[in-house]
């Protein structure tokens, strides 16, 4: 057994049944990726969206690609054929393009909403104002093409366990209040990584997104 296929096989035995996970491969090359994969892994995560494309081009056709890192307008036909999930959404204007690339191809498409929970400035994402506006009903009927899953969020980067939880409690509390009038679709609230994803759990996270614990830091 290889060294991935422990670490992941020793990681899905923390996880309760009730989290996803996404494996973080962003810039793994796909030998990496067939290993995670030959031990039972289906769900990768990519921030790169030509990257993306690229490796779903030649990795088997079962596996789910997520879309985790900042997507900008102009990039969204390069993973519009083959993305399951996009966690990154952050504006009017992308969901747009989402929509428009999707109805030409007949999909619907996945998506979450980024939160800004964080202290650095640098992270995307809505303000909680923002996301009530643009999470309503009426506004979300222009996007036939588009299912809005849930929410992602992430946590400062800091070792102050406090402020970590602090943030993914108050992500979990606009999930929840944001649920009861979105059903029985939004069901994702995706907050947590290798350093924190403890954490994220113990808060209500749903679904993590793991790199360094899996494939190590090289």
Known sequence: MSEISTALKEFQKTLPAHVTLVAVSKTKPMSLIQEAYDAGQRIFGENRPQELAEKAASMPEDIQWHMIGHLQSNKVKY?????????????????????????????????????????????????????????????????????????MGMATFTEDEKQI?????????????????????????????????????????????????????R
């Open 79 to 151: 993973i519009i054929h083959e993305v399951a999930m996009i966690h990154s959404i952050d504006s009017l204007g992308l969901l747009d393009e989402i929509e428009k690339r999707a109805k030409k191809i007949d999909r619907k498409i996945d998506v979450l909403l980024q939160v800004h929970i964080a202290k650095e400035e640098q992270k995307h994402g809505f303000d909680e104002e923002n996301l009530h506006m643009i999470s309503s009903k009426k506004l979300l009927e222009r996007y036939p093409h588009i299912v809005v899953r849930g929410l």
């Open 165 to 217: 939880r602090t943030e993914f409690k108050s992500l979990k509390n606009t999930f929840d209040s944001l649920k009861n009038d979105r059903g029985e679709n939004f069901d994702t609230l995706s907050m947590g990584m290798s350093g924190d994803h403890k954490i994220a759990i113990e808060e209500g996270s749903t679904m993590v997104r793991i790199g360094s614990s899996i494939f190590g830091n």
